[in-house]
């Protein structure tokens, strides 16, 4: 009983992974080739993005505490300024 027990995991432990070996040699055997606007155009048809990356609903919920009202959102805290004027 241990034996057919052992040679079935053994079985299994060489099946599966040539079983995924194969599958995935035959997915990525005959790529398509695309140039890169038929590229977007096919992805935009798949469900894609289809407008703009910035979503200002989106950037306006991550604001960050430390920012202290600069534009680019990199200002320096109060503190900073003094370690630098010694």
């Known amino acids: 009983m241990?034996?057919?027990?052992f040679l079935l995991i053994v079985l299994l432990a060489i099946?599966?992974?040539l079983v995924l070996w194969l599958?995935?040699?035959?997915?990525?055997?005959n790529p398509t080739v695309v140039d890169r606007s038929d590229a977007e155009q096919l992805a935009k048809e798949r469900g894609g993005r289809?407008?703009?990356?910035s979503n200002s609903s989106a950037d306006a919920?991550?604001?960050d505490p430390d920012d202290q009202g600069t534009e680019s959102g990199w200002g320096t805290r109060p503190?900073?300024?003094d370690r630098y004027d010694r």
């Open 50 to 53: 289809g407008g703009s990356r």
């Open 23 to 29: 599958a995935i040699d035959n997915e990525t055997s």
């Open 79 to 81: 503190d900073d300024a």
């Open 2 to 5: 241990f034996a057919i027990a």
């Open 15 to 17: 099946v599966v992974p």
């Open 61 to 63: 919920a991550r604001t």
